[in-house]
């Protein structure tokens, strides 16, 4: 019972972790790039909102990493977990790489975009700081697709 139990919120834990990501990627950052706002005010409230996030996805990561080890605990290690264990440090990795390097990043130079003393130092500027977004929407999609390969191995799990 207490396995069926374990398994359940693992596998719940996956979902709502995808659901997160997939949100903030397709919704959350598409709503903000359509609002009319300077880049520095946009990329400061993506920021916000990335912060609040970033809170409850940790917790989010944490509770699934502890499920995932009960449910090898409790039914049994094999592949399909220790598959899910290394994509789970692959996705710490992006989740952090992605909040302490791109998000405050970004914000750095849209903010020197701003204050730039003239065009062509403001384009430089913009050319790096759009360079960075392409590079942080890779990392987004590499989130997602480490994450729906984590919630197939969880459902495996079994």
């Known amino acids: 019972m207490l396995d069926a139990v374990t398994h359940t919120v693992h596998v719940l834990l996956a ?3 995808l659901g997160g990501v997939v949100f903030t990627t397709t919704v959350v950052s598409p709503a903000l790039k359509a609002m009319k706002w300077p880049d520095a005010e946009r990329i400061g409230v993506r920021s916000v909102i990335g912060g609040y996030y970033a809170r409850v996805g940790t917790l989010n990561l944490l509770l699934l990493l502890f499920f995932a080890v009960l449910d090898g605990i409790f039914g049994g290690f094999g592949g399909f977990l ?16 992605h909040g302490a390097y791109f998000g405050r990043r970004l914000r750095e130079l849209a903010e020197a975009e701003e204050k730039a003393d003239d065009r062509r130092e403001a384009a430089e500027i913009s050319g790096r700081r759009r360079s960075l977004q392409r590079l942080s929407f890779a990392v987004s999609v590499a989130d997602i697709l480490v994450s729906v390969i984590v919630v197939i191995l969880s459902v495996n799990a079994l």
């Open 82 to 97: 220790y598959a899910e264990y290394a994509l789970l440090v692959i996705l710490f990795f992006l989740v952090v790489s």
């Open 15 to 17: 979902g709502v972790w």
